[in-house]
């Protein structure tokens, strides 16, 4: 089920946290650099320019391994992670 949440932090170029859930979220569709990979704070900036306190719709579509989330995030109306692919693990 959508809902509307406001997003408080971001893990990395990959994963935020908002205010309503207790654990992090994945954004489907993206996979960004891990801590200590090449291009790891180009994406953590990027996503949070975009994302940090704004309003997000999160659509979940899984759980991950790790217990997470895995959603589709929209800000508007644009899937934010159309607005990450520059950011994507080559």
């Known amino acids: 089920m959508a ?3 406001t997003v408080e932090k971001i893990v990395d170029g990959d994963t935020i ?3 309503v859930r207790k654990r992090p979220v994945r954004i489907e569709g993206i996979d960004t650099p891990e801590k200590g990979q090449r291009g790891y704070s180009e994406a953590k900036q990027a996503l949070g320019k975009l994302l940090k306190g704004e309003k997000v719709t999160v659509t979940p ?3 991950d391994e790790y217990g997470r989330t895995v959603a589709k995030v929209k800000l508007g109306n644009t899937l934010v992670c ?3 692919k520059k950011y994507q693990k080559k």
């Open 17 to 19: 946290e908002t205010s």
């Open 61 to 63: 579509v899984a759980t």
């Open 82 to 84: 159309n607005l990450m």
């Open 3 to 5: 809902r509307k949440e």
